[in-house]
Each structure stands twice: as structure tokens, then as C-alpha cells.
């Protein structure tokens, strides 16, 4: 491991993550909001609320946006957030790619063999959210929830540092899967936690408030049966991460994206046929 990986696995990740929440979810945060939204070029106009009225920086970071301003495309798979396109393609064996020459095992992702291998031979999408992006996940397709699981980890950055740094990365980082089950094949939707995320939230699952609280050190898991539409809210970050879609060989899902690339909420990720026909190659630049 290099001297970042190991700067980065003695770093007191979850006591800065405790103190950093606790300081955003204070009244008194609310006076930085103002200096947040410029140091992170945040277009304020796009948020629901003037600045004035978030009681405070959480409430700022885990903000809505105007009605309307994030139009759900209509066709195909779409985007559940805000963010950048750090890895894509086919999902080979039980691997996906991490970063140049680094792979990382779906069964440990999800936390299952017997899941992982019913995506063997589909497709995944890693997005990275940064703190100037907005941070709800919404839903990539129409469909059930079927189950969810949280598996709790590590709170690495998952930033370019972490990424190219921590090997398995997102198998270490604690994580809530969500399985979709649509009428084209089964989605999974895998928010991955990270250094500052105060929690995950979701209207299905227990929520988990603070990084020492004793549901955020036990595997827990449970039927969700929700049916929602495509762009309907699944959730958000309280202050950051990545979000992983993997689509089973059954989904007909062909994308146009590159490492990189810059996506937004409700935009057209790639496009569903009735008769596979996306190669699946990676795409592996440098980044």
C-alpha cells in the first residue's frame, strides 16, 4: 500500500466523521452555509429553499432542488443523481473495476455470493458525488423494491484519493444495497458511505444517526415491497459518496457514457432494447 493508503487507513475516519456531523447538524453551522455554496460553486438558485432558511449545514448539503428543474427522461435507464461517471461496463465473474489494475469482488459489494452471481454477466455504473453536488438518489428505473441490506465498514474517502489508494475500496466502506426488480431484469442500487457522511437515509430502512451508534456495526436486512417510478426518491447523503448500479445479463441496457463525464439526476443514462446488444467493454482511461 502506498505512504496516502496508509496516511488514510490511520486516519481517525469515524471520530472526524462524528465531530464534523455533529458541528453540520448545529444551528450555528447555518452562518457557513453561504461561504459553502461559494467555495463548491453550488448555484444557489437551484436549491427549494433561499439560504437563509436551512437551519442548518447538514440540512443545506441534504437539500432539495426546485421542482422541475431536474425533467426525468422518459426513455431508458436514468441517472439517480447528480454526479460524475467514474467507471462502467460489464460485469466479468464476480469483479468490477475499481480503478486501473484494481478489481473488486461483487459478492463482498453486496454482501451475498448467491446475489452477485444473478448479476454476473450484466452491467454496473460507479458515480461519484461530490460536495458541490446535489445528494438525493432517485430511482434509475420504474420498479419494486424488493429487499435492502446494510453492511457496516470502514468510512474511507471514496474520493479520487481513496479510489486510487484503499483496494476494494467499496467493499470496506459501509453501504446499503436496494434491489429493484422491473419488468426488463433486476436492478441494484448500492449507496457506499464515506469520510463526513453523517448517514444514509431512506424512507424503507432503520435509520442509523451518528458514526458510534450500535445499528451502524451490525448487518441488518429486510424486505422493502415499495413499487416506485423512475425519478421517485429513494433517499440521500447526509454530506457525500457514491452511488453503484449494477444490472443483471437480463436487462437489455446499452450505455453512452464515459469515464469522467458528468451526469445529472433524471438525465438518460443508456438505452433498453427488447434484444441485448451492448458489447459491455470497459472503458478504463486513466483518470
Do not use: C
Not at 40 to 53: F, V
Not at 91 to 103: M, N, R, S, Y
Not at 161 to 174: A, D, M, S
Amino acid at each position: 500500500m502506498s505512504l496516502y493508503g496508509l496516511f488514510l487507513e490511520a486516519l481517525p475516519k469515524r471520530l472526524l466523521t462524528v465531530t464534523v456531523g455533529s458541528l453540520a447538524r448545529s444551528q450555528a453551522s447555518r452562518l457557513v452555509i453561504p461561504w459553502y455554496a461559494k467555495t463548491y460553486g453550488i448555484n444557489a438558485a437551484e436549491a427549494e429553499l433561499p439560504l437563509h432558511q436551512y437551519p442548518s449545514l447538514a440540512a443545506f448539503f441534504s437539500r432539495r432542488l426546485r421542482l422541475g428543474l431536474r425533467p426525468v427522461a422518459a426513455q431508458g435507464v436514468v441517472s439517480p443523481v447528480d454526479g460524475m461517471v467514474q467507471r462502467l461496463g460489464q460485469i466479468a465473474g464476480d469483479e468490477l473495476l475499481q480503478a486501473k489494475g484494481w478489481v473488486y469482488s461483487v459478492s463482498d459489494l453486496l454482501g451475498s455470493s448467491v446475489d452477485a452471481g444473478r448479476f454476473v454477466g450484466g452491467q454496473y455504473v460507479t458515480l461519484y458525488l461530490s460536495p458541490s453536488d446535489y445528494h438525493r438518489v432517485h430511482m434509475p428505473v420504474d420498479g419494486r423494491l424488493t429487499k435492502w441490506r446494510y453492511i457496516p465498514g470502514r468510512l474511507f474517502p471514496v474520493n479520487s484519493g481513496g479510489l486510487h489508494h484503499i483496494p476494494g475500496l467499496f467493499t470496506k466502506n459501509e453501504r446499503l444495497v436496494t434491489f429493484i426488480q422491473t419488468d426488463s431484469g433486476e436492478v441494484a442500487v448500492v449507496k457506499v458511505g464515506a469520510t463526513i457522511v453523517g448517514s444514509i437515509h431512506t424512507p424503507y430502512t432503520p435509520q442509523r444517526y451518528g458514526a458510534w451508534s450500535a445499528s451502524r456495526r451490525l448487518l441488518q436486512e429486510g424486505e422493502a415491497g415499495q413499487v416506485l417510478a423512475k425519478g421517485a426518491e429513494m433517499g440521500f447523503f447526509e454530506l457525500g459518496s457514491t452511488v453503484i448500479l449494477l444490472f443483471n445479463s437480463e436487462f437489455p441496457v446499452r450505455f453512452d457514457l464515459r469515464p469522467g463525464q458528468k451526469v445529472y439526476m433524471g438525465q438518460q443514462l443508456g438505452s433498453v432494447f427488447s434484444d441485448p446488444t451492448a458489447d459491455g467493454k470497459e472503458l478504463d482511461p486513466e483518470l
